[in-house]
């Protein structure tokens, strides 16, 4: 369960994110906690014999290591890596071997240990994270179901041909915010909208795009407090980096379940 919550925490706030940040003293800090990381975690789990106080030599290894995560594993984060030593530690990893020769410590080491974190425990933790959240979705959609009553679907479709009508007859479309986000479901269900797999294709597309420039929206919107902007920056720049975000698949879902509406209107 620890090592669960360490890879979807980190997934907010990895290496790469801190880098992107440009951030003087950030990244710093992050050179400086991962230096820091190595020592400690190479002499707790591999033998090695770092320094209290490094050697000229010994910094210089620790300054090659920490590039060599930077470069090559930006997408962990820090506590990820401590982690993946204690995972190797324990023999969750037996193909790897992480004890040093004579307490040197070096970097194909440190990539046998990273690499097998990521390709036997990281990866399929997002997997799998992402099959649950699919889950929970459509236990959320089903509950959204049962409390929709007939008198709520009668009106939903009365207003649907309502605002179909004033389509056809004066041209007015939609706004989106005009319609309620479950209507796309409800409707669907009663076979009133029929799309093709191609059109939900390209209207997933778009909804992905417009909760995007939603977000961005929300950043520069000062009446907003700055943390919360953050947040929202931090998403964005996570989904931009292909990491799955509840946040932003909340809005993506929201979005199509209107979309679908509007356009079954105009077609």
Avoid: C
Wanted: no cysteine; hydrophobic share 40%; charged share 25%.
């Amino acid at each position: 369960m620890k090592t669960v919550t360490t890879v979807l925490d980190g997934m907010n706030n990895t290496i790469r994110q801190i880098l992107k940040t440009n951030n003087p003293q950030l990244i710093e800090n992050l050179y400086k906690q991962i230096q820091f990381s190595i020592l400690v975690l190479a002499n707790n789990y591999t033998g090695a014999n770092f320094q209290v106080n490094p050697t000229e030599t010994e910094k210089a290894l620790l300054k090659s290591s920490t590039n060599f995560i930077i470069e090559m594993f930006p997408q962990i984060s820090i506590p990820e890596i401590e982690q993946a030593f204690m995972l190797a530690a324990s023999g969750k990893f037996p193909e790897i071997n992480i004890q040093t020769y004579h307490g040197k410590f070096n970097n194909q080491i440190l990539g046998n240990i990273l690499n097998a974190y990521i390709t036997k425990v990281r990866t399929k933790i997002i997997i799998e994270n992402g099959k649950r959240l699919e889950i929970e979705m459509k236990e959320q959609q089903m509950k959204l179901n049962k409390k929709l009553n007939e008198k709520a679907i009668k009106d939903a479709i009365q207003k649907y041909s309502q605002i179909k009508d004033d389509f056809l007859k004066e041209g007015i479309i939609p706004e989106i915010n005009q319609i309620p986000s479950y209507w796309g479901k409800l409707l669907t269900q009663k076979g009133i909208i029929k799309l093709s797999v191609e059109v939900r294709k390209e209207i997933m597309k778009n909804a992905k795009a417009l909760a995007t420039n939603q977000m961005r929206e929300d950043v520069s919107n000062s009446e907003l407090k700055s943390e919360k902007r953050n947040h929202i920056k931090h998403i964005i720049k996570a989904v931009a980096e292909g990491t799955q975000n509840d946040d932003f698949d909340k809005k993506v879902i929201a979005n199509y379940s209107k979309l679908i509406v509007i356009k079954s209107i105009i077609l």
